[in-house]
């Protein structure tokens, strides 16, 4: 593990550790405290391993966490004094004092610093890059820097199947020949989904015709339902080595892409739009710019007739069909090498069912090698009863994956579920998906074998695919190069079958929100509980979410997540019950629009962060029965805005001088052992209990 700049962290971690694992053995009065502690030490531990130099990853934080880090370090001799001081003094005689509080600040330290390099690793996965330099921009003109260094790996992996039918001649041919004609501008790719759009569109950027004509001006971005526009435009610039120009609006983000794309010219640009979505014409249009050799390909399973020239890509003929599934089931392709089957029916009644679809074809394959005579035809038989009907039917590649799921062993089957939580069209670091299933199924997977070998099993199903950076080291043991892409379609259907139970029972709650358009649910005001252990949000930032309510996680929710701070709409903030949350990152000073934040009863939150007086909006504060919050920071007094508190069951609170600047605070409400203290500041106040 490294050190951050001149202190030792994997020292002061390690040492903790051994203090609390030993402390543990001798003493039982804070038995859940130690475990929290031992527990979230661990987790930095395997997360800190993966991470090669801390220097400059903590940004505006580093401060932060160099106090955290140091006071690990003096953790390890109060986890000591307490353990020492118990076993030292007889209980019959004498009264131990008592470390809890003291100890429960060690734990929010060690918490906080789990949250932080939990929040750098997320960052590191969504753009993977190596030794990339960001170049500054001045008075939008774009400066790039003098050392341009190699980006070795970006969001999705270029690499095509060893085996690739039915693609690489006629479709390959005519798409290049739309690419290279002058008048269009707009070529799209249209199919349903499964049907090799996505691989096709790897063979023609990996082409070397096309290559020849664009050069290095090839793009390629995966869109997916959620993207944003400006995320779109984020990729592009990256792609080439630049960083986004903070951009406030849209219409600015375009006009300097625009500007951008003439920079990098005169040369031909080719963009690659993959997995467009229905609804997009705008985007596309907003993208497709009067430039000399600008080209857009795009794919996706709708048309759009309105951009320009649409190729509609076909179903395997029954000959490529056949050469798939074979490779797919026993790695071979001819008709005169051996076949493991005995029943060349079987085979052929499989290849039917799979309608000439390229990914049913290579799923079925894979489920079947192996699988004796038996198998073959019991899966045959359902298969053919699931997909009769039109060889178009788009529903049937979802039918024999399905069925191929089921044949899976139900922890295999749970665990491919999860990674349907991950957002579409995104890398998943392996490292994270350890981390889930050893919390969610008490896996003792401390070096992550166990979870690499059903990830194995899913690759060898097709089912996933496993990559990694160009510089992994495979033999690190760390896994922290390795990453997961799974197909659209696959993500589709995962989602549908967590939806199959009712959603109070479902064990994954899966939300996907693009712009204002929010599930049915969201928006009704029953308030239902669910028992899901795995929640995902997957979004196009929430532009105009304007409340959050979070309720009775208990031990859950350890602390308010950064990303949310990022909603600057956000009207309303509710938490209660949330009894593992310790604290508030200081990110949320972010949430200039707040009005109303309640923190009900969430007896470990320990304090409000300083960055609270950014609130300047904020008129309704409830901390009622957060009864471990002792003080007040003296930011409060910049809450210009604020008229009701709300304080109820804080009776040890200690109020800053800066109260008596709360000039339209009208009334409180608190206990009557707090009252005293606002009417000295506030005489005017009126007190409610």
Known sequence: MPGFGNLPVEEAVRGLLKAVEDAKEEINTYGTIFERMESTLKSIIRITERIEGFDGV??????????????????????????????????????????????????????????????????????????????????????????????????????VPELVVGLDASPLMEIKEKLFEDHQSVIVLSAPGGYGKTTLAKIICQDEEVKGKFHDNILFVIVSKVTSLKAIIKQIYEQKGYEM????????????????????????????????????????????????????????????????????????????????????????????????????????????ACKGVPLALTIVGKSFSGQPGAVWQKRVRVWSESSSGSSQNPDMTSCVVKRSLEALDNEVKDCYMDLGSFPEGQLIPVTALIDIWVELYELHDEDGENSISKLRRLTALDLINLVTRKDANEGDGTYSDHFIMQHDLLRDLVIDLSKLQPMELRKRLIVEINGNKFPEWWTEQVQQPISARLLSISTDTMPRLAEINIDYCKEDLVTFLVGFCGAVHLKKLTITGCNGLTVLPKEIAALVNLEVLRLRSCSNLRELPETIGNLRKLSILDISYCSRIRKLPEQIGELVELRKMHISGCSFLKLPNSIRNLEQLKSVKCDPQTSGLFKYHLPDLIIKY
Request: charged content about 30%; overall charge neutral; proline content about 3%.
């Open 245 to 352: 120009p903070q951009l406030k609006t849209n219409e600015d983000a375009i006009k300097g892409l625009e500007q951008f794309l003439k920079e990098i010219g005169p040369k031909p640009i080719l963009l690659v739009l993959d997995d467009v979505w229905s609804g997009s014409e705008a985007l596309l249009e907003n993208l497709n710019f009067q430039i000399d050799n600008y080209k857009i390909f795009v794919t996706s399973r709708f048309e759009f007739p309105k951009l320009g020239s649409t190729y509609k890509l076909q179903t395997l003929n029954a000959i490529d069909a056949m050469k798939l599934f074979r490779y797919s089931a026993f790695q071979c392709i001819n008709e005169n090498e051996k076949s493991f089957m005995q029943n060349a029916d079987l085979e052929n009644a499989a290849v039917t």
């Open 58 to 159: 903590f940004g505006d934080s580093a401060e932060e966490a160099v106090r955290l880090i140091v006071d690990i370090k003096n953790g390890k001799v109060l986890v000591r004094h307490c353990s020492s001081v118990r076993r030292r003094l007889c209980p019959c005689c004498f009264k131990a004092p008592d470390c809890r509080e003291d100890l429960t600040q060690l734990l929010n330290s060690v918490e906080r610093l789990f949250s932080l390099i939990q929040a750098r690793e997320t960052s590191n996965a969504l753009n993977i890059t190596e030794e990339m330099t960001i170049p500054k921009f001045t008075d939008g003109d774009i400066h790039r820097k003098e050392k341009v260094k190699e980006i070795v790996f970006s969001r999705m992996s270029n690499k």
